[in-house]
């Protein structure tokens, strides 16, 4: 059973930290992932699937005593509408700072610059009939916010969401995600019968057991979707994930004849590169 701690409800402490956001809600999934809410910014306006540096202050120095904060890239699992922000982290045992984030409890403080910026959103790409979402671990953040963004099904007439991970476990986010969205009162209506869902393991046997390259390569990934094969007039693709799976899909989709896009110039598929894991 997940473990989810409430939101705090006594009234709040003054902000001790820079540009420090409140936790209002902790997930842990498993021994190795966990999701996390903060209050937002009134200021902060941000595109659906963009990352901001998090993170919270490190030891002091032992010669100075003074404090140096340490930041990560994490992606905005939640909605640009959403009134908090979502993130989706892993659990490094001596990790600068995840060994010390995955113990954060509603009420803690963590740092939040507002500087939303990244590759994995709806303007650098090019309008098209499909898009494709691939993800890796917790790659999958980005696209849990964009599969709740309504101009995502306003843009495309289906989404297929691909997530990989080690174990069936592993999953259980995207899955939970995915089957509460279909309920949704904002977007449930917009979701139904565009949405496709295609979660991969690669080591744990699962009802599909694989890479998402091999299942590309192989074609398995269409036979089982029943859509044809990937093509530059009418798919579209994001990429987020460990660096090895982002250079070998750049490697697939350009074989499939799709060009890499940016905000300055769309294309066919755009890849997130500042985020590995």
Known sequence: ??????????SPAPKALPDAQRVTSVTHWTDRLFSFRVTR???LRFRSGEFVMIGLMGDPDPATGRQKPLLRAYSIASPAWDDELEFYSIKVQDGPLTSRLQHISPGDEVILRPKPV????????LPGKRLWFFSTGTGIAPFASLIREPQTYEDYDEVILTHTCRDVADLEYGRRLVEDLRNDPLIGEM??????????????ESAVTGRITDLLRSGKVFEDLGVPPISAESDRAMVCGSMGLNTDLKEILEGFGLREGANSEPAEYVVEKAFVG
């Open 118 to 125: 990244g590759t994995l959103v709806h303007d650098a790409l």
């Open 41 to 43: 910014p009134q200021s």
């Open 1 to 10: 059973m997940n473990e989810i701690t409430p939101v705090n409800t006594q």
């Open 191 to 204: 979701v139904e019968g565009k949405l496709r869902y295609y979660p991969t393991t690669t080591r744990e």
